[in-house]
T-cell receptor, first 114, second 114 residues
Framework: GDSVTQMEGPVTLSEEAFLTINCTYT??????LFWYVQYPGEGLQLLLK?????DKGSNKGFEATYRKETTSFHLEKGSVQVSDSAVYFC?????????????FGSGTRLSIRP | DSGVTQTPKHLITATGQRVTLRCSPR?????VYWYQQSLDQGLQFLIQ???????AKGNILERFSAQQFPDLHSELNLSSLELGDSALYFC?????????????FGPGTRLTVL
């Protein structure tokens, strides 16, 4: 079945460092791909999305490119801030019509040191 | 604020008991999704309703059930509770059934079973 694999955390970086969180997926068909972020004590928020191959999703300085050839959707940010500390979830949505659900990766906890 | 509300925020109960979690979707959204987030299982999709009808089922136990009412709010009923049911339960909503739309998450209900 469909699945998402993302790098294990926790990831600890210093402020202004470059961030990469790896994500690969397995899916039949052509899934949509997402990154969600969960700040402490809150629900999940959509960070960015891409719906077809070579699409680049971007938001708040974060970017991810839908790579069909490598089945990947890695999250990157050029200069992280303390406020980026959160848990990041890679996810895919596939199927259509009545069978709609999102499959999440296990999450990567990111901590940014001042 | 995603516009999705969930009550209660916290719930503490004993094994064997039954609880009801409530979710109100964003205004205009017809689809409601329920997820369970636990430390060992990660974020698991439970069930989806669209305009009052069940549309997709995930890893939902037989002890759990859900429904969506005519005003589109949804309730998740958990019965014969076990210690392992302790988790965060999230509700999400999206405007239509298509999986290519993002889901908007509520703040969650933290259930503790003692």
């Amino acid at each position: 079945g469909d699945s998402v694999t993302q790098m294990e955390g926790p990831v600890t970086l210093s402020e202004e460092a470059f961030l990469t969180i790896n994500c690969t997926y397995t899916a039949t068909g052509y899934p949509s791909l997402f990154w969600y972020v969960q700040y402490p004590g809150e629900g999940l928020q959509l960070l960015l999305k891409a719906t077809k191959a070579d699409d680049k999703g971007s938001n708040k300085g974060f970017e991810a490119t839908y790579r069909k050839e490598t089945t990947s959707f890695h999250l990157e940010k050029g200069s992280v801030q303390v406020s980026d500390s959160a848990v990041y979830f890679c996810a895919l949505s596939s199927g259509y019509s009545s069978a709609s659900k999102i499959i999440f990766g296990s999450g990567t906890r990111l901590s940014i040191r001042p | 604020d995603s516009g999705v509300t969930q009550t209660p925020k916290h719930l503490i109960t004993a094994t064997g008991q039954r609880v009801t979690l409530r979710c109100s979707p964003r205004s205009g959204d017809l689809s409601v999704y329920w997820y369970q987030q636990s430390l060992d299982q990660g974020l698991q999709f439970l069930i989806q309703y669209y305009n009052g009808e069940e549309r997709a089922k995930g890893n939902i136990l037989e002890r759990f059930s859900a429904q969506q009412f005519p005003d589109l709010h949804s309730e998740l009923n958990l019965s014969s509770l076990e210690l392992g049911d302790s988790a965060l339960y999230f509700c999400a909503s999206s405007p239509i059934v298509s999986p290519y739309n993002e889901q908007f998450f509520g703040p969650g209900t933290r259930l503790t079973v003692l």
